[in-house]
T-cell receptor
Framework: KAGVTQTPRYLIKTRGQQVTLSCSPI?????VSWYQQTPGQGLQFLFE???????NKGNFPGRFSGRQFSNSRSEMNVSTLELGDSALYLC???????????FGQGTRLTVV | QKEVEQNSGPLSVPEGAIASLNCTYS??????FFWYRQYSGKSPELIMS????GDKEDGRFTAQLNKASQYVSLLIRDSQPSDSATYLC??????????FGAGTRLTVKP
């Protein structure tokens, strides 16, 4: 069974640009969560999608948005990039709302 | 108060010793608790989950949960240098989102 797949693995963007990250969950998993990880702040929860609906949202500005498609793949978009958005972005999938989450390898975003 | 708190460490133990990692959480209605291991430059990997008060053992790992004290711990017996990593405590709250602690960095010295 394939694991959680995130693309791309690495990105370099310029301040003010926007970026879209993709996450394909484990087959059969309907829940996808996104996290931002930085050395100073640790793992910060961005949002969670379940069956194409956003179920939970963390405390991030509206520049961070996401969506989920009918095949459970999810995308995360960050607009008007700032230097502070440089981080490892991780997605995690679960097969229901009540089980363990499994992480993808992450997308490392660098904003210059 | 942070939702999930861990001692950031670093925690250093000699090879073969027991490593003890601790976590406290603020949401009293939390029902599910997890420990993840994250090697430098890698993504978190689930190593233990625990849902009921008491101990849960899996190989060299034992998770302990005390809901009354809002406390979760992870014991690693016979610690190996390959156990050197950051250990993340995660708590699933009442609204089903998972919140993570900042992690404890463990170093096992040969």
């Amino acid at each position: 069974k394939a694991g959680v797949t995130q693309t791309p693995r690495y990105l370099i963007k310029t301040r003010g640009q926007q970026v879209t990250l993709s996450c394909s969950p484990i087959s059969g998993h309907r829940s996808v969560s996104w996290y931002q990880q930085t050395p100073g702040q640790g793992l910060q929860f961005l949002f969670e999608y379940f069956s194409e609906t956003q179920r939970n949202k963390g405390n991030f500005p509206g520049r961070f948005s996401g969506r989920q498609f009918s095949n459970s793949r999810s995308e995360m978009n960050v607009s008007t990039l700032e230097l502070g958005d440089s981080a490892l972005y991780l997605c995690a999938s679960r097969d229901s709302m009540n089980t363990e989450a499994f992480f993808g390898q992450g997308t490392r975003l660098t904003v210059v | 108060q942070k939702e999930v708190e861990q001692n950031s460490g670093p925690l250093s133990v000699p090879e073969g010793a027991i490593a003890s990692l601790n976590c406290t959480y603020s949401d009293r209605v939390s029902q599910s608790f997890f420990w993840y291991r994250q090697y430098s430059g890698k993504s978190p990997e689930l190593i233990m989950s625990i849902y009921s008060n008491g101990d849960k053992e899996d190989g060299r790992f034992t998770a302990q949960l005390n809901k009354a004290s809002q406390y979760v711990s992870l014991l690693i017996r016979d610690s190996q240098p390959s156990d050197s990593a950051t250990y993340l405590c995660a708590v699933k709250g009442n609204n089903n989102d998972m919140r993570f602690g900042a992690g404890t960095r463990l170093t096992v010295k040969p």
